[in-house]
């Protein structure tokens, strides 16, 4: 079956703040507020080897999200609403989500 790397670019991390219209909510049992994603840094980049294991550092939780969707390009397929080889897509964290672009790179 043929495989491609896939590159993971971080675009977008959301401030708990635009959420919340700035009223940010302790997180529950301390006195803290929700911060912005420490995971990631914008622009950042990760590259899916052809074995499709998660990258070294990346956020398990962001994987599970987007495991799907990488997926499907790692193994040759596309998305009707997207350009061929990429897809946008985000972690579920709904306090402070992160959006990811996903580029297929090469097909072996």
């Known amino acids: 079956m043929k495989r ?5 670019t971080v675009l977008k991390k959301i401030d ?3 959420i919340f219209n700035g009223n ?5 049992g301390t006195d803290k507020k929700y911060q ?3 995971a990631f840094k914008e622009g950042q980049e990760y590259i899916v080897e052809m074995k499709g294991e998660r990258p070294e550092g990346f956020c398990v939780w962001a994987w599970n999200d987007l495991f799907k969707d990488m997926s ?4 040759g397929g596309n998305f009707p609403w ?4 990429t897809t946008i897509t985000c ?4 306090i402070r989500p ?5 580029e297929r790179l090469d097909i072996t």
Not at 98 to 102: E, G, H, P
């Open 24 to 28: 940010i909510p302790n997180i529950p």
């Open 91 to 94: 972690c579920t964290d709904g």
């Open 98 to 102: 992160v959006s990811f672009k996903l």
């Open 4 to 8: 491609s790397k896939v590159k993971i």
């Open 72 to 75: 499907i390009l790692h193994f």
């Open 82 to 85: 997207a350009e061929e080889g």
């Open 16 to 18: 708990p703040a635009t």
């Open 36 to 38: 912005i994603c420490q």
